[in-house]
């Protein structure tokens, strides 16, 4: 079981993290130590050509990464994001984005995950970006 | 001499970079490969205890490396980020944010650069984040 | 069908990567956009406390990421990886390493895929360290 | 002043790193925070067309920011690498290639750099590769 909720990540967020709520972020589905979130289209977050700008999609990726560790952890508002690592791997789709996250490992007092990030709909061409972050977590929530 | 004055970045990201003017990012210099890009606070960034959230960090890492690049080849829209690095290295404070830009290789193909990001007025601390990142840039406009 | 196999790798090796003979890296399979690959136990290799040292992890993945190249494009001398980030995650066990490694993107110009390694025997244990790395091709031998 | 001589980490290395001996690492100069070490031409190193592998390339890199690590903290052996990020940007020639090493954080538990690696005699081309690290350190060693 998962040891947080999409109605309590949204609590959460609503309280300290008004990023999340600005840009639009949904939760699609939470597991353990993994999750789906998804980014609508906006108008806001187009490049040139229809696209969607890169920070949008490490805004995504940063914040599926959060989902994930809370899901191990439960609700724990400072962990934070110590490194994050994106490569950008084929145009995106104009629409929403679709991320699929996934801790590898929960330590002590590091958490590291990949994020694959998808244009929805489109998901058979592949990733459009493909993310792995490093989140400091307070030492008494980890695992050993 | 840049290949761009600040008045044209800024008349590029009107047409083809909304994000940057909603992020309110500012820019303080443009070298020859180099420049200073400035994020104002803003209460949206911002995460418990005071702290700036990290995609907003690295969105004005992207936009200073896009700065930079456009230093040397000019105007071109189509200069899209393949890859960004990001480490936090310490909590930044409330307030603006520095990002000092660097190009480390232009070639033909792919531009290759870093990042120092800086709360305001604390320097001397030493930076709050650290970013590499590759650009991707038409080949003609490239340098061999 | 894998577009080389474990003898034309190593024949190519002896040939144009002394390296990965003096390292003694061994396939374990082929797969298409995919291999395992295995470094033996060497003295030299270790760290105090018993531990693999960084850098042969990072050789290691550095060839299976080419081996899974070659793999989809056949013989090509010419790969040459462009980018390898690599996080260790826990201290590897005295022992061998085996590396699970798959393309996650190939394109005209670019690869782009990841690595997990682990201490053989202990894979239950999760991955010692994760690897992504990004691979320059010649473009007449890559996909679009 | 640095904490540590070139005289004792080759001791170090002897009793506890065999592998830096292997690839013949030297130390030309040791700063306080920073170092300039070198790796002379071995065959064993080169890749068709005479240009230096990468993995060669990441294990100096690795080994320089380990002496700037220990420059300021003196001498540790469990300082060990968590993450290493590295970008090839040009072909090395043959020859030796001097990395240039320089810690930009040292915090409590942990140290970040960078290094950025030149063909020897060749400087002036540019950086042949350019590596961000991060170090974890025994807490009781590092600096708030």
Same mark, same amino acid.
């Given at each position: 079981?998962?040891?947080?909720?999409?109605?309590?990540?949204?609590?959460?967020?609503?309280?300290?993290?008004?990023?999340?709520? @600005?840009?639009?972020?949904?939760?699609?589905?939470?597991?353990?130590?993994?999750?789906?979130?998804?980014?609508?289209?906006?108008?806001?977050?187009?490049?040139?050509?229809?696209t969607i700008?890169?920070?949008?999609? @490490?805004?995504?990726?940063?914040?599926?990464?959060?989902?994930?560790?809370?899901? =191990?952890?439960?609700?724990?508002?400072?962990?934070?994001?110590?490194?994050?690592?994106?490569?950008?791997?084929?145009?995106p789709?104009?629409?929403?984005?679709?991320?699929?996250?996934?801790?590898?490992?929960?330590? =002590?007092?590091?958490?590291?995950?990949?994020?694959?990030?998808?244009s929805?709909?489109?998901?058979?061409?592949?990733?459009v970006?493909?993310?792995?972050?490093?989140?400091?977590?307070?030492?008494?929530?980890?695992?050993?």
């Amino acid at each position: 079981m998962p040891r947080i909720t999409a109605q309590e990540v949204y609590a959460l967020c609503d309280e300290s993290l008004p990023w999340a709520g @600005m840009m639009g972020f949904e939760i699609i589905d939470i597991g353990k130590g993994s999750c789906r979130v998804r980014m609508p289209q906006k108008a806001e977050f187009l490049r040139p050509g229809g696209t969607i700008n890169g920070p949008a999609l @490490m805004s995504l990726a940063d914040y599926g990464m959060y989902v994930a560790v809370l899901s =191990r952890i439960g609700r724990v508002e400072m962990a934070v994001t110590t490194s994050l690592n994106c490569n950008f791997l084929r145009r995106p789709k104009p629409g929403a984005v679709i991320a699929h996250c996934r801790l590898i490992k929960l330590g =002590r007092r590091l958490a590291y995950g990949e994020v694959s990030l998808y244009s929805e709909g489109d998901e058979d061409a592949g990733p459009v970006a493909h993310v792995t972050a490093t989140y400091s977590i307070p030492p008494e929530r980890g695992e050993s």
